[in-house]
């Protein structure tokens, strides 16, 4: 492999440059067939009637060579390896998450060991798991793995403060360091809260979340790949998902609707007159479909890898978690998984302005980035370059962020 792919495919990594981007438009030009007709005219200019056989055998020969490179490229060991350990990573990592989420490992047991070695010997395997992890998605090319370590990144880095009570530092490589003394000292209760399962936006329901979806998206066994062999049964060719497009646009205008005036427009009596009544079998049915498509958007998103939609599904699903009381007063329930569910009796008996206005505020958050989660699936805006320390993409290619590697 000559120098020069291989330096592209290194570019590929997370060194914070403009590889990624570069990568996807190359990958794309292959498959149009673009990308071979330019190299076709390049070669091809200055030919004649004059060439002789042997030139033409040459550039033919240079051009079939280069893109048979460019539609089978080779890695290098560094990352072959990386690739290898990431898929371990995850697997050990999730293992070591699902121990602090154990009810056990927060009680003493009969053989005199306290509840407190438990945890302070869980979070050791959590850091140790979750550091491997961090460090091999740095080199690996399996992006639609290394999509959702960047997620649990910025996961990690939203509890900093929670952690950091907890004995656990953040380092500027976006790797964990563990006080085991400071821990030691540490409420047992709080480290539990802190890994939560009845809590879907605790640290570690997040962190539970993204190792499951990392975990299951299909890669082949061969790990001399790059991310076009490592997508989900749901992802197209582009690396979008047309289902979770649909229902994110449908979402969007739903939650639209649900804010709009029109909607809750009072009926009018047979003289044209307005009266005080809504028309609830309306406003049910705006509210049945939007709970529907919020849904259908969250169980075809969430295995997404595309940054984008991820955050994104974040926003919402925070908000929607602030929002729940208010939301279960109109009959809209939200269960541990961040689904809903509408009670339609309890619904219709709301306050209709009072249902109107929340959703002036919320509807109108939701659409927002609804809107933003149909743009990354149907455009593939999965061109991140570099991960900074806190998990945070590197869109732009700007090299501030070199040095996280």
Same mark, same amino acid.
Do not use: C, W
């Given at each position: 492999?000559?120098?020069?792919?291989?330096?592209?495919?290194?570019?590929?990594?997370?060194?914070?440059?403009?590889?990624?981007?570069?990568?996807?438009?190359?990958?794309?030009?292959?498959?149009?067939?673009?990308?071979?007709?330019?190299?076709?005219?390049?070669?091809?200019?200055?030919?004649?009637?004059?060439?002789?056989?042997?030139?033409?055998?040459?550039?033919?020969?240079?051009?079939?060579?280069?893109?048979?490179?460019?539609?089978?490229?080779?890695?290098?060991?560094?990352?072959?390896?990386? #690739? +290898? $350990?990431? !898929?371990?990573?995850?697997?050990?990592?999730? &293992?070591?998450?699902?121990?602090?989420? =154990?009810?056990? %490992?927060?009680?003493?047991?009969?053989?005199?060991?306290s509840a407190s070695e438990k945890v302070v010997s869980a979070m050791k395997n959590y850091v140790a798991d979750y550091n491997s992890v961090v460090t091999a998605a740095?080199?690996?090319?399996?992006?639609?793995?290394?999509?959702?370590?960047?997620?649990?990144?910025?996961?990690?880095?939203?509890?900093?403060?929670?952690?950091?009570?907890?004995?656990?530092?953040?380092?500027?490589?976006?790797?964990?360091?563990?006080?085991?003394?400071?821990?030691?000292?540490?409420?047992?209760?709080?480290?539990?809260?802190?890994?939560?399962?009845?809590?879907?936006?605790?640290?570690?329901?997040?962190?539970?979340?993204?190792?499951?979806?990392?975990?299951?998206?299909?890669?082949?066994? #061969? +790990? $001399?790949? !790059?991310?076009?062999?490592?997508?989900?049964? &749901?992802?197209?060719?582009?690396?979008? =998902?047309?289902? %979770?497009?649909?229902?994110?646009?449908?979402?969007?205008?739903?939650?639209?609707?649900?804010?709009?005036?029109q909607l809750y427009e009072r009926v009018k009596d047979a003289d044209g007159n307005e009266t005080d009544k809504y028309d609830i079998d309306k406003i049910f049915a705006?509210?049945?479909?939007?709970?529907?498509?919020?849904?259908?958007?969250?169980?075809?998103?969430?295995?997404?890898?595309?940054?984008?939609?991820?955050?994104?599904?974040?926003?919402?699903?925070?908000?929607?978690?602030?929002?729940?009381?208010?939301?279960?007063?109109?009959?809209?329930?939200?269960?541990?998984?961040?689904?809903?569910?509408?009670?339609?009796?309890?619904?219709?008996?709301?306050?209709?302005?009072?249902?109107?206005?929340?959703?002036? #505020?919320?509807?109108?958050?939701?659409?927002?980035?609804?809107?933003?989660?149909?743009?990354?699936?149907?455009? =593939?805006?999965?061109?991140?370059?570099?991960?900074?320390?806190?998990?945070?993409?590197?869109?732009?290619?700007?090299?501030?962020?070199?040095?996280f590697i």
């Amino acid at each position: 492999m000559s120098q020069g792919n291989s330096q592209f495919f290194q570019s590929f990594s997370f060194s914070g440059g403009s590889g990624t981007q570069n990568y996807l438009s190359d990958y794309a030009s292959i498959k149009n067939g673009s990308y071979g007709k330019l190299l076709r005219a390049y070669y091809g200019k200055g030919n004649s009637s004059t060439t002789e056989a042997s030139g033409t055998k040459k550039r033919t020969n240079t051009l079939d060579k280069i893109l048979e490179e460019k539609k089978n490229p080779k890695i290098s060991k560094q990352a072959q390896e990386a #690739n +290898t $350990n990431l !898929t371990a990573g995850l697997s050990n990592l999730k &293992s070591s998450v699902s121990a602090l989420q =154990n009810d056990k %490992t927060f009680t003493d047991t009969a053989n005199g060991q306290s509840a407190s070695e438990k945890v302070v010997s869980a979070m050791k395997n959590y850091v140790a798991d979750y550091n491997s992890v961090v460090t091999a998605a740095k080199r690996s090319t399996l992006t639609s793995k290394t999509a959702y370590v960047a997620n649990m990144m910025q996961s990690t880095s939203a509890n900093r403060d929670q952690l950091a009570e907890l004995g656990i530092s953040i380092n500027a490589n976006g790797t964990l360091q563990l006080n085991e003394n400071k821990l030691k000292e540490a409420d047992v209760s709080k480290v539990q809260e802190l890994f939560s399962t009845d809590d879907i936006m605790s640290y570690g329901s997040k962190i539970s979340s993204r190792l499951h979806f990392a975990n299951t998206t299909v890669s082949t066994n #061969n +790990t $001399n790949k !790059t991310d076009s062999t490592d997508k989900t049964d &749901s992802t197209d060719d582009t690396g979008t =998902n047309n289902t %979770t497009g649909s229902s994110a646009a449908a979402l969007k205008a739903d939650s639209q609707t649900m804010a709009s005036d029109q909607l809750y427009e009072r009926v009018k009596d047979a003289d044209g007159n307005e009266t005080d009544k809504y028309d609830i079998d309306k406003i049910f049915a705006a509210a049945k479909s939007f709970v529907g498509n919020y849904n259908r958007m969250f169980n075809t998103a969430e295995s997404s890898a595309n940054s984008g939609v991820l955050a994104n599904l974040s926003q919402i699903k925070s908000n929607t978690a602030k929002n729940a009381a208010a939301l279960k007063q109109f009959g809209i329930h939200v269960d541990v998984k961040g689904r809903m569910q509408i009670d339609e009796d309890t619904f219709k008996k709301s306050d209709m302005s009072q249902v109107q206005k929340f959703f002036k #505020n919320y509807g109108s958050s939701v659409a927002t980035h609804a809107s933003l989660v149909d743009f990354y699936m149907t455009t =593939n805006a999965n061109a991140a370059t570099g991960y900074t320390p806190a998990g945070a993409y590197n869109v732009q290619g700007s090299s501030r962020y070199a040095d996280f590697i």
